[in-house]
């Protein structure tokens, strides 16, 4: 037994029994104190009808037999005297209606259980994803990036959405079905405490099989997740705009559906594997059950045939055995689904127990207004890596002066600013912001001072006023905002020739949505990081390169203009825009090889003249 219970956990960490036994129910506090601040109000509804759900089967059995028992005693009569007794027919009229009362109680109770629990799930299910959302704002980029904890988010988002109300309704089952054989066990113990006994040992043997594989069923649920990620992913190269495009051109439909059709069958062939046996022995579960159901049916029988006990008395425990089995096999089965489900809330806890970013201080300021950014021997590995993406950065970038980073793809430049912009948390060294440790900033404050547009910035299914005010909530419905940010960012001139201009939709994922070229992209994304007018430091990570030549140039003339007195770092691989930086850092492999301005480095003869002069031959 005990290497049997080992095998239903989902870890391989000894366990006594009793903590096995207590571990099932781990969770269920939790899910009812969760559906409960959803809604105490339904939520004490459904405890109500619940406990009268529970009440009324054996009410309605015991009622049953009486009124057998009083037909009976009236047909004898009529029989013998050829005449009924007027209080007995009344009697017999008010057993008739005081059954129907209660069945009509009974399933008006069950329709009201129904729709508190679809009231609920509605609720829960928001409830749950708003939370598995509010957490994600809490997790660092490091953590989104990480292949594990995605695969925590998945399962967490794939099934927990739905448990915790699962959970809870198992919960009550289980009390209404107590109740009920709590109801059946005193008219059962007239005929024989054995019939009790024999109710348990029919259903155990189902529940534990019925435990075993839901144990099972879970753990391939965990093993799963990076498969059904990846078909997801397929699925998604296979049906969006943005990929479809090369999908087609390159022939690709074929070999992702194959990869697709792979991933399934693999997936069917576990899935088909534990339906087989868990079906299979459901079925050997049944068998016993109903071999019991009719042994105690011929016990009755005989009883009453003997005439031990009367009809309406074998009627009543035909129908409370039946009925008593089908609880506390519905018991048993509440208790194994409440350990199925107890392990797949364990995921959305999983997940929404992650340490977030450690924002440890809440300084809005710097000891040293107008410092600027300081890196003091910076360096960064992601995780699983032993290679360092930096490796022992330092530099000073006064307020005020532009900063660029050239070196080739690679060499760390985007992790560097995801690092300035405090993405990321340094594996060693520190930056400063004002003379302040970021990390002693408070996260709002210190991110209030940056507008960022990256190589792989978000085109918003939105309009295109909304696409510019998401760069600054303060000004997200402000029309003068998002025209004054699409001068500086030299997207005005297409925005007005678009059919609703500013309140055009974007994308094609909602009807009436117009589709923008790279390069109008761009000039948006750019334009969206412009309108944070109280940001001093603007880090560009190649912005223009969808644009040709002349647009760029345009686009840096304005946006000279628009960043004068502000901090600027611009990652571009067009030494025509670096060479206008106040200090340029050439970087290989995680190291800063060379700094300086335009003119000294080309004098070095280095890396950077070495790239200067590659590039200035391709327009010769």
Do not use: C
């Not at 059954?99 to 329709?111: C, K, S, W, Y």
């Not at 609720?123 to 704002?137: C, F, P, S, T």
């Not at 109801?183 to 109710?199: A, H, R």
């Not at 296979?238 to 990929?243: I, T, W």
């Amino acid at each position: 037994m005990r290497n049997f219970l080992n095998s239903l956990e989902p870890t391989e960490a000894p366990k006594t029994l009793m903590q096995q036994f207590l571990g099932v129910f781990a969770y269920s506090r939790r899910a009812m104190v969760l559906v409960w601040q959803t809604s105490p109000r339904l939520t004490y509804l459904l405890g109500g009808l619940t406990l009268i759900a529970g009440l009324l089967p054996a009410l309605i059995a015991y009622v049953g037999k009486l009124i057998v028992d009083q037909v009976i005693a009236s047909s004898e009569y009529y029989q013998q005297w050829l005449q009924f007794d007027s209080a007995d027919s009344t009697w017999l009229l008010w057993l008739l209606l005081i059954e129907a009362i209660l069945v009509i109680g009974l399933v008006g109770v069950q329709r009201g259980i129904s729709a508190v629990q679809s009231l609920l799930r509605a609720l829960l299910g928001h409830r749950v994803n708003v939370m598995i959302l509010e957490k994600a704002q809490t997790l660092s980029l490091a953590q989104f990036e990480d292949s594990e904890f995605y695969d925590k988010l998945v399962r967490a988002r794939r099934e927990a959405s739905s448990r915790p109300l699962a959970l809870v309704n198992k919960t009550f089952g289980l009390l209404q079905n107590a109740i009920a054989l709590a109801g059946f066990s005193v008219l059962l113990w007239q005929f024989s405490p054995w019939v009790i006994v024999m109710l348990f040992v029919a259903a155990l043997p189902g529940f534990l099989a019925e435990a075993k594989f839901s144990g099972q069923a879970f753990r391939l649920f965990r093993w799963r997740s990076p498969e059904s990620r990846k078909q997801n992913y397929l699925e998604t190269l296979l049906a969006r705009e943005d990929s479809v495009k090369e999908i087609k051109l390159f022939g690709l439909g074929k070999l992702f559906l194959n990869r697709y059709k792979a991933i399934f069958d693999g997936l069917y062939h576990e899935d088909r594997s534990l339906t087989l046996r868990r079906d299979g022995w459901g079925f050997v579960m049944s068998v016993i059950a109903s071999a019991t159901f009719y042994a105690a049916y011929l016990w009755v029988v005989f009883d009453t045939v003997t005439a031990v006990i009367t009809l309406g008395a074998m009627t009543m425990y035909l129908v409370v055995f039946k009925q008593g089995q089908g609880a506390i096999t519905a018991s048993l089965t509440s208790i194994s689904g409440m350990y199925e489900d107890n392990l797949y809330v364990s995921n959305l806890y999983e997940y929404l127990e992650q340490p977030g970013e450690e924002f440890n201080g809440g300084k809005k300021a710097g000891s040293q207004p107008q410092d600027g950014i300081r890196f003091e021997n910076v360096s960064f590995s992601y995780k699983g890596s032993s290679q360092l993406a930096l490796d022992a950065v330092s530099f000073h970038l006064p307020a005020g002066h532009s900063l660029a980073i050239v070196g080739e793809n690679g060499s760390g430049k985007t992790t560097l600013i995801k690092l300035m912009s405090r993405l990321y948390q340094p594996t060693s060294g520190r930056i400063l912001f004002d003379g302040t440790d970021i990390n002693e900033w408070d996260g709002e404050a210190l991110r209030a001072h940056i507008g960022v547009i990256f190589q792989d910035f978000l085109r918003y299914q939105f309009t295109v006023g909304e696409n510019l005010g998401v760069g600054q909530l303060s000004v997200f419905d402000d029309k003068a905002s998002w025209q004054q940010a699409a001068e500086k960012g030299g997207a005005a001139d297409f925005i007005d020739r678009l059919p609703a201009a500013y309140n055009t939709q974007l994308g094609r994922w909602f009807k009436g949505g117009q589709e923008l070229s790279g390069g109008q992209w761009q000039k948006l994304a750019l334009s969206r990081a412009l309108i944070r007018q109280d940001a001093d430091i603007l880090i560009l990570d190649e912005p223009t390169a969808a644009m040709d030549a002349q647009a760029e140039a345009d686009i840096f003339n304005r946006f000279k203009e628009a960043s004068t007195g502000k901090t600027v770092v611009l990652i571009s691989h067009r030494f025509s825009t670096v060479r206008m930086a106040n200090e340029i850092l050439v970087i290989d492999q995680g190291r800063v090889v060379e700094r300086g301005n335009h003119e000294s480095l080309l004098k070095d003869k280095g890396t950077y003249a070495r790239l200067f002069t590659l590039q200035a031959k391709g327009y010769q």
